[in-house]
């Protein structure tokens, strides 16, 4: 039987070491890092992650700053409150929650934060820093499976990645990251031609589709580390929902070397990394040595 990666358990280990970061932050530096979150309307599934990560922000010992603005707010508006927040020097990190109404244009918005409180790593700048070796601050829930990845694997180098998804979220970034450890990498999306095949060459398998239990364990190369990113609520048994991935977890976990759960995987790490990526931009941005990984 494959063993299960417990990115739970990983994710509170990381969360412990962001706080012990900040508190050597605050004793040698006098310094708190602090992030900011934006929420525009009401959409059920944002309000949940939002309160989450002020809550985890918190118990960190990091400042956190929650806006909630209307779902009317115009572009110019959220603009503004962008503007604020870049010119604040409490403020080391600015999130602003994903999807955004459809009166504004979420490119214009992401690329108005200052690219060095950008913790999500969306800023046409951090792609570019990513895609170049660059530093910069990296998208929070693939650097979370890079972080798996390597905690159970060790040195990637020479691996042949597969990496089922391509949105600037998850997929682009992934293989980013997974070329820079130097894997062979192969971005496949919905148009590729025999996937299964092309999924069977994987020494590792980053699953980022969205479309629930869409890879079986006929797709696996056995032995291969399979990293699951999706997170899809299904109508369960008795009227009931529960929470399943983009591969079938029981027919891969028979046939792979390791594999992430769903839920209880990647999804614990992307809050953690958020976390880091804050106390790396509030260090960068005080010149001190970011000395983390
Ligand atoms: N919505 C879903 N995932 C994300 C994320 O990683 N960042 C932001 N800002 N919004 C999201």
């Not at 962001?18 to 992030?35: I, M, Y």
């Not at 400042?63 to 403020?91: C, I, M, R, W, Y």
């Not at 025999?194 to 699953?207: F, G, K, S, T, W």
Request: glycine share 10%.
């Amino acid at each position: 039987m494959a063993k299960r990666i417990d990115g739970k358990a990983f994710a509170e280990g990381l969360r412990e070491r962001v706080g012990e970061a900040v508190s050597s932050l605050q004793r040698d530096h006098g310094l708190t890092p602090g992030l900011a979150v934006v929420l525009v309307g009401e959409d059920p599934a944002s309000q949940v992650y939002v309160r989450n990560k002020g809550k985890q922000t918190l118990e960190a010992g990091m400042k956190s700053f929650e806006h909630k603005l209307p779902n009317t707010t115009s572009e110019t508006e959220l603009l503004g409150l962008v503007n604020q927040l870049n010119a604040d020097p409490d403020v080391h990190g600015i999130l602003v929650q994903l999807p955004l109404p459809d009166q504004i244009d979420s490119h214009a918005v992401i690329n108005a934060i200052n690219p060095d409180k950008d913790v999500d790593g969306f800023h046409l700048i951090n792609v570019g820093r990513l895609s170049t070796g660059a530093s910069g601050l990296v998208p929070c829930t693939p650097l979370g499976c890079l972080m798996l990845l390597k905690a159970k694997l060790g040195d990637l180098s020479g691996k042949n990645a597969v990496v089922v998804g391509r949105s600037n979220i998850v997929g682009k970034p992934m293989a980013a990251l997974l070329l820079a450890e130097s894997c062979t990498v192969t971005i496949a999306h919905s148009r590729t031609q025999d996937l299964a095949e092309v999924c069977r060459e994987a020494d590792i398998l980053v699953a980022a589709v969205g479309r629930p239990e869409m890879i079986p364990g006929g797709w696996v190369k056995p032995g291969a580390t399979v990293i699951d990113v999706g997170i899809n609520r299904i109508e369960g048994e008795e009227g009931k929902t529960r929470l399943v991935g983009d591969v079938d977890y029981a027919s891969c976990e028979a046939v792979a070397g390791a594999i992430t759960p769903v839920p209880g995987g990647v999804g614990p790490m992307t809050i953690a990394c958020l976390l880091r990526n804050t106390v790396q931009a509030a260090c960068a941005s005080n010149g001190i040595t970011f000395d983390f990984d």
